[in-house]
């Protein structure tokens, strides 16, 4: 997308456009003492409201819309504003060497390990979760296209299961190939698997051991889920091949001969496809009723905003359309987080990252320009903001975002003056935050602009 950019020329500020590829934030690092005829205001009208999120795709391996994601959040997770929510994991499994275990064994375990994501872990982490792991009945279309609404059935046997509080620490475990020795890895978590289930994977024919399509028709994967109800989000990482501690299944055999015994670990692989599955109960949560219309958007007086399209805050600026033939020098956009009665504060921190929307065109919903900018810069802190800053002295803390390239695009008519607010990364990030609502009376909403006017 062009941008576009302005160059001052001297005191009496001379103002010449032109379409370039640079990019350079509208004015960004222009807001200096020296600049003149610049006017600044921050009292704009600003309205909003909460929405539902929008569908999550959760895997596609179809042209330019693949989506393949690395975490996955894992919980049955009771949050006391946005209702309940629970996450279960679909993943085949491929086996690594590609040849079936050899005969004559004996069997020492089969284990299902998934390492922990913990910067995706939100709320109490420190209670004890229950899971439960069952064979899917159903294998993956890879012409399809999975949202976190699509689910597989499962068959009715449990082959693993167990009940721990996370552990965030590296482990020690067995490395076994040709012989045993220990090491380190990362947190993760173990779950043993059940003896006659990896009897009956160890026994797939072997034509489909050297196949990995046949392979995962006669295996179709598992589904992994947590049964308790908890006050936290869990998430694990499909995606950690660099390290022994990658996710997968591990087979672990012994050969016993007159002279010797030789143990050997066979490896499966995850995420062949993967895919997440989200099911959410609002009941009555404050966030059911803002949805349901139970509280009038008139009367609502937070934003919700919930990771993974759980819902989505929406803010407009009318005022914004009256501003005609300026140029954006710096617009900063503040808004305040909040504790909603019934909340847990010090269990359920604001999301660390926000990120704003807008919609194109095809109605689409896209970042704003700035955080591109932002991202291709590597600097997304530093240009566009987003992230939570905690207040001090029993003051709310803060989201400020930098929108003065949006903006600019939003006065030369090309888009609405709506954006949507969203949790960041929104296909993965397992918190939520709380606001205030635009226009509340001590803690609005506040949009900083330093325009200059330019002459007809």
Do not use: W
Not at 421 to 427: E, S, V, W
Request: proline share 4%; with cysteine.
């Amino acid at each position: 997308m062009k941008k576009c950019c302005f160059l001052i020329l001297g005191i009496l500020a001379i103002f010449s456009f032109h379409s370039c590829t640079d990019s350079i934030l509208a004015g960004s690092d222009l807001l200096d003492d020296d600049l003149v005829d610049v006017v600044s205001v921050d009292t704009f009208k600003i309205t909003s409201a909460t929405q539902a999120g929008d569908s999550l795709r959760t895997y596609s391996v179809i042209g330019n819309e693949a989506t393949i994601l690395q975490s996955f959040a894992l919980g049955n997770f009771n949050d006391p504003i946005f209702g309940n929510t629970r996450a279960s994991l679909f993943s085949q499994f491929i086996p690594v060497e590609n040849v079936q275990p050899l005969k004559d064994y004996t069997l020492d375990s089969l284990v299902l390990v998934l390492p922990y994501e913990k910067g995706q872990f939100y709320g109490a982490t420190d209670e004890l979760f229950s899971v439960e792991v069952r064979e899917m009945a159903d294998s993956f279309n890879f012409s399809k296209r999975y949202f976190a609404t699509d689910a597989f059935p499962t068959k009715p046997t449990i082959v693993g299961s167990r009940s721990f509080v996370p552990n965030q620490d590296s482990v020690t475990v067995s490395i076994t190939n040709g012989e045993v020795k220990t090491s380190k890895v990362p947190p993760q978590m173990r779950i043993r698997l059940s003896d006659e289930f990896a009897r009956r994977l160890i026994g797939i024919d072997t034509g489909a051991y050297r196949n990995n399509l046949k392979f995962i028709q006669a295996f179709f994967g598992l589904n992994v889920r947590v049964t308790s109800s908890n006050r936290a989000m869990i998430s694990v990482n499909l995606a950690s091949p660099q390290n022994y501690g990658r996710a997968g299944l591990y087979l672990y055999l012994r050969y016993v001969t007159t002279s010797a015994t030789t143990r050997r670990e066979y490896r499966y692989y995850p995420r062949f496809a993967a895919t997440a599955n989200i099911e959410r109960n609002r009941n009555n949560s404050l966030l059911g009723q803002y949805l349901s219309g139970a509280t009038p958007t008139a009367q609502q007086d937070f934003i919700l905003v919930q990771g993974q399209e759980g819902s989505t805050g929406v803010l407009k600026f009318p005022g914004i359309k009256n501003l005609k033939n300026v140029v954006v020098n710096k617009a900063e956009l503040t808004i305040r987080a909040a504790n909603a009665p019934g909340d847990i504060a010090n269990l359920f921190n604001p999301s660390t990252q926000l990120a704003l929307f807008f919609k194109d065109s095809d109605g689409r919903l896209r970042l704003v320009n700035d955080y591109a900018i932002a991202n291709e810069n590597q600097n997304i802190k530093g240009l566009f903001g987003g992230n939570y800053v905690s207040g001090t002295n029993n003051v709310p803390g803060t989201y400020t975002f930098n929108l003065s390239a949006h903006l600019g695009e939003v006065m030369q008519g090309k888009y609405a003056p709506e954006l949507y607010i969203k949790a960041f990364p929104f296909g993965e990030n397992t918190s939520r935050s709380v606001l205030y609502r635009a226009d509340h009376p001590v803690h609005k909403a506040v949009l900083r602009l330093a325009y200059t006017q330019l002459k007809n």
